[in-house]
């Protein structure tokens, strides 16, 4: 672990980019929105449909984030009614085998976790 001690000094910023951008990519929909776009391009009504419990607002809000961070592109098609269309950037992509291997963890340590939080509750009640 001592190798990772600084990481968080490596820009000379005390940590704060690299939070901002672990706060982005860490938060209840991001993730989620990324993998359902691991499919192709996406129209906002299929992503809405696909991502259960997301409001609309909610959805516009993590969508124009990741594409103001290069993690996904919105194409807008000059119709009527104007089509727009979401996908992962090559940046968006890269983000899937992390992202992948931490849910792996978590399903791996889901009993554990479960069995560590009623011992808690037990013991502070």
Known sequence: MSEYADTCMIRGDAGRTIRAILDRICNKWTLLVVATLDQGKLRFTDLHRQIPGISQRMLTLT?????????????????????????????????????????????????????SREAYQTRNQ
Do not use: C, F, M, Q
């Not at 969508?63 to 104007?82: F, I, K, M, Q, Y």
């Open 63 to 115: 969508l124009r984030n990741l594409e103001r961070d290069g993690l996904v592109s919105r194409t807008v098609h000059a119709e009527v009614p104007p089509r727009v269309e979401y996908a992962l950037t090559p940046t968006g992509k890269s983000l899937l085998p992390p992202a992948l291997a931490l849910a792996s963890w978590a399903i791996e340590h889901v009993p554990h976790i479960e069995s």
